[in-house]
Nanobody
Framework: QVQLVESGGGLVQPGGSLRLSCVAS????????MGWYRQAPGLQRELVAT???????NYAESVKGRFTISRDNAKNTVYLQMSSLKPDDTAVYYC??????????????WGQGTQVTVSS
């Protein structure tokens, strides 16, 4: 069993910054990738950023230059540094990870989500 726990969400003014964290725990052999997705009310869940075990990252166009994803492999933790936040960034942010509990089997796991609200 694997659990992903996010933290760091909250209320921030436009132009402000927040840092999200997600820790994976449980029966983990290795983690292929980790990433962040978000879902605003009435909209589909969308990719924000992902990072693989080698450190290569991928971003949604809407957050490029404002958000930075990073990862601490030793701690099974992924971070999302969000800057220059806009009201459109308001959403529930979810952590996702591709985890191998044994070498040849990989499952995708999701966290429970953390609310980010950008408002004055």
């Amino acid at each position: 069993q694997v659990q992903l726990v996010e933290s760091g969400g909250g209320l921030v003014q436009p132009g402000g910054s927040l840092r999200l964290s997600c820790v994976a725990s449980g029966s983990i052999f290795s983690i292929d990738y980790m990433g962040w997705y978000r879902q605003a009310p009435g909209l589909q869940r969308e990719l924000v950023a992902t990072i693989n075990s080698g450190g290569s990252s991928n971003y949604a166009e809407s957050v490029k230059g404002r958000f930075t994803i990073s990862r601490d492999n030793a701690k099974n933790t992924v971070y999302l540094q969000m800057s220059s936040l806009k009201p459109d960034d308001t959403a529930v942010y979810y952590c996702k990870a591709g985890v191998r509990t044994v070498p040849l089997v990989k499952y995708d796991y999701w966290g429970q989500g953390t609310q980010v609200t950008v408002s004055s």
